[in-house]
């Protein structure tokens, strides 16, 4: 057991002291397997009670205890980083034990990164929400218990489908997330409305020659494809859904081609918005602009 006040190893475990789980440590755990991978600044803000130190301790301890994973991957990366950057966290084994799940395999660095992405963007709907008190995130898992139906939810992975394209090709669809806005001073019938959502490192060219080749254009068909056949109410039992795309990447060409790669599909342009990282979750993510297939500026709070 380490010395009181000597520092634990970041990612070798150590013997923790005996330690009680709190009903806030549980939170934490929850959170964790909620989001998939967090980070400790994200993990201090969705929590929002008692200091950020605090919260900080109990995470060393939550990873010495095996209740969450710093995976390992994200060390060269750390080492890489000049000055302090945030530790990521996944569930642990007995993280997974204590919420009756199945034990988790190791992160690599690439979904580790990725992954944060896409956290990134739950948190920032989630805190804008908090915020503003009259709506409210509606998570993938409630949208599975009570709009899925139960045939899909037995499924290995119940957020994933197969669509056919206009050349006849068939194409695998998975978003990043799946979520939902449920705003609570709005009449019934039409207070929620439900996005799928993909983050953009960049890295997928926009446009190919051919629809066999993965680009980001073939996504957007996708996407096109299963709201013109009404895909979503048989797969998720929900009405209507739009695409929510975020580039991480800093050019701001990025976003503007791929605005332009909506504009080319056949209709339902305004089913896309696109927004740039930095722009969207440096402020209100509720009240930031996005833009559309159509090139209209969209607020989602409105």
Avoid at 104 to 109: A, D, G, Q, S, T
Avoid at 139 to 149: D, F
Avoid at 196 to 220: I, N
Wanted: with cysteine; hydrophobic share 40%.
């Amino acid at each position: 057991m380490n010395k009181a006040g000597e520092r634990r190893p970041r990612f070798r475990r150590v013997k923790p002291r005996p330690f009680v789980l709190t009903p806030r440590d549980r939170r934490i755990v929850e959170l964790v397997a909620e989001y998939r991978i967090l980070s400790s600044e994200q993990i201090v803000a969705l929590v929002g009670e008692g200091s950020s130190q605090v919260i900080l301790r109990r995470l060393s301890l939550l990873f010495h205890g095996r209740y969450l994973e710093r995976p390992r991957s994200q060390i060269e990366d750390l080492l890489r980083f000049t000055g302090s950057r945030p530790i990521a966290y996944a569930l642990g084994t007995a993280g997974a034990t204590l919420l009756g799940l199945k034990p988790p395999k190791p992160v690599k660095l690439p979904f580790v990164d990725h992954t944060l992405g896409v956290s990134s963007v739950l948190v920032a709907f989630t805190l804008s929400c908090r915020e503003h008190g009259n709506v409210r995130v509606i998570p993938w898992r409630e949208i599975l218990a009570e709009k899925v139906p139960e045939e899909r939810r037995r499924k290995k992975e119940p957020d994933a489908w197969k669509v056919r394209l206009s050349d006849g090709g068939a194409v695998g669809v998975k978003p990043d997330a799946i979520f939902g806005l449920h705003y609570l001073d709005k009449s019934e019938g039409a207070n929620r409305a439900y996005f799928f959502l993909e983050v953009d490192r960049g890295t997928m060219p926009v446009m190919r020659a051919g629809l066999s080749q993965t680009s980001v254009y073939r996504k957007l068909l996708a996407y096109h494809a299963t709201a013109a056949a009404g895909l979503q109410t048989s797969l998720f039992g929900i009405k209507n859904f739009r695409v929510l795309t975020v580039t991480r990447s800093p050019e701001k060409r990025r976003l503007a081609s791929l605005v332009d790669a909506a504009g080319k599909l056949p209709s339902l342009q305004g089913l896309f918005l696109f927004g740039e990282e930095k722009t969207l979750l440096g402020g209100d993510v509720l009240t930031s602009e996005w833009i559309s297939g159509k090139k209209e500026s969209v607020v989602l709070e409105r």
